[in-house]
């Protein structure tokens, strides 16, 4: 049994920051990527950055600058700093871990997701 586990989302005013958590727990192993998705309404769900354990990191054109990514590998756990937020980051974000299942098999896991929503 694997859980992805996304805290810290919230309303937040335009320029303002919120720091995403995610936690993974139980029988993943290898963990090695760690990202942020975001879906909001009426949209795709699109990349907004990725963690890798070779040390890559990914961004979105649209949250360069504005996000950062980072992780601890020791805890299964990764962050997202947002500064600068904008309307248009509104969305639910979802935490994605990938490695290994207990059988030794590469998956993906998925939170259930964080509101985050940045309004006047």
């Known amino acids: 049994q694997v859980e992805v586990v996304e805290s810290g989302g919230g309303l937040v005013q335009p320029g303002g920051s919120l720091r995403l958590s995610c936690t993974a727990s139980g029988s993943i192993f290898g963990i090695n990527l760690m990202g942020w998705y975001r879906q909001a309404p009426g949209k795709e769900r699109e990349l907004v950055a990725a963690?890798?354990?070779?040390?890559?990191?990914t961004y979105a054109d649209s949250v360069k600058g504005r996000f950062t990514i980072s992780r601890d590998p020791a805890k299964k756990m990764s962050y997202l700093q947002m500064n600068s937020l904008k309307p248009e980051d509104t969305a639910v974000y979802y935490c994605?871990?990938?490695?290994?299942?207990?059988?030794?098999?590469?998956?993906?896991?998925w939170g259930q997701g964080t509101q985050v929503t940045v309004s006047s």
């Open positions: 963690s890798g354990s070779d040390g890559n990191i």
């Open positions: 994605a871990a990938r490695g290994f299942s207990i059988s030794g098999r590469p998956s993906d896991y």
